[in-house]
């Protein structure tokens, strides 16, 4: 299976703040990336996929890059609902898999 | 609106056996795709399962494989998980959550409408 390693596990932020949050893959999975927000209690949201590609209905400070191994999301400027867990998943092959999760707290 | 409701979670006994259904609704349930996801208390995400809208292919998680089977009514719009063997690590939430369609030449296998969940707890 592929594995997919998420950084940091933990990010502590403001309002207003730009977030990165890496995501590398085990291996090569071209661009076959997306992304998630999950609240608590919630299920899981999609924001974007094929790396780069935003939802619909996705506000636009969300965005993606990367391909092959590494891959980012970016949020521009952190507004108060951001705060939530983020997962990267890989559809490259199956068995799907996600990363372990990022965590964005209040700074 | 575009809808999932998942049912048949509960308490129960290691090696017994639990199913799952998920009733779809607001969509056409035959011509999509349609996944099991489970998320233990406090951990992240794990795919278990998958089954494409005409219910011929089927795949699964390393982790459920032989013990769980993925099934489908297109008839009456549910989804279904059943699982055998459980064991104290299949306790999670269970979403299901409906594949994306993408371009033809797209990989599939992400998720763009979900359940809210159904509590599944193995304990003795």
């Known amino acids: 299976d592929i594995q997919m390693t998420q950084s940091p596990s933990t990010l502590s932020a403001s309002v207003g703040d730009r977030v990165t949050i890496t995501c590398r893959a085990s291996?090569?999975?071209?661009?076959?990336l997306a992304w998630y927000q999950q609240k608590p209690g919630k299920a899981p949201k999609l924001l974007i996929y094929?790396?780069?590609s935003l939802e619909s209905g996705v506000p636009s400070r969300f965005s993606g890059s990367g391909s092959g191994t590494e891959f980012t999301l970016t949020i521009s400027s952190l507004q108060p609902d951001d705060f939530a867990t983020y997962y990267c998943?890989?559809?490259?092959?199956?068995?799907?898999?996600f990363g372990q999760g990022t965590k964005v707290e209040i700074k | 609106q575009v809808q999932l409701v998942e049912s048949g979670g509960g308490v129960v006994q290691p090696g017994r056996s639990l199913r799952l259904s998920c009733a779809a609704s607001?969509?056409?349930?035959?011509?999509?795709?349609m996944h099991w996801v489970r998320q233990a208390p406090g951990k992240g995400l794990e795919w278990v399962a998958v089954?494409?809208?005409?219910?011929?292919?089927?795949f699964y998680g390393d982790s459920v494989k032989g013990r769980f089977t993925i099934s489908r009514d297109n008839s009456k719009n549910t989804l279904y998980l059943q699982m055998n063997s459980l064991r104290a690590e299949d306790t999670a939430v269970y979403y299901c959550?409906?594949?994306?369609?993408?371009?033809?030449?797209?990989?599939?296998?992400?998720?763009?409408?979900w359940g809210q969940g159904t509590m599944v707890t193995v304990s003795s």
């Open positions: 959550a409906r594949e994306k369609k993408l371009e033809w030449n797209d990989a599939r296998g992400i998720f763009d409408i």
């Open positions: 607001g969509f056409t349930f035959s011509s999509y795709g």
């Open positions: 089954i494409w809208d005409d219910g011929n292919n089927k």
């Open positions: 291996q090569s999975i071209s661009s076959w």
């Open positions: 094929k790396a780069s």
């Open positions: 998943q890989q559809y490259n092959s199956f068995s799907l898999t």
